[in-house]
């Protein structure tokens, strides 16, 4: 991200603001900072591939939206029994779940399934 940002010449007005932010971190809990918005991206592409497909479940929509909501629990679980690099974090995984499982919720009026 820096080296694109530096680019396209902003990298020193986002450290300034990196720089200006840094005592406001310390109040803000990790769980907001690292895992939050992972699960906020998830419901973003859940409630935008819910639109796309008209809030329609059927056989041909189901891949598309739950691709990306398997691959982020697989990479998570992968995680935590050492198969793909990274750290594995219980809070990412409620995270991801949550993300996905909440426009269901909001939007289970309108949503029609059609598997049969």
Known sequence: MFHWINTIGFLEELLKIRQT????????????????????????????????????????????IFIIPFVSLLSEVLQAIKVIPGTFDKIDLV?????????????????????K
């Open 21 to 64: 932010l840094t005592p406001v971190k310390v109040i803000i809990p990790e769980w907001v900072l690292f895992a939050l918005p992972d699960g906020l991206w998830m419901f973003s592409y859940m409630s935008l591939i819910l639109l796309v497909w008209k809030n329609n479940i059927s056989r041909e929509s189901v891949i598309w």
């Open 95 to 115: 995270m991801y779940l949550l993300g996905t499982s909440l426009p269901f919720i909001f939007y289970k009026k309108t949503i029609t399934q059609k598997l």
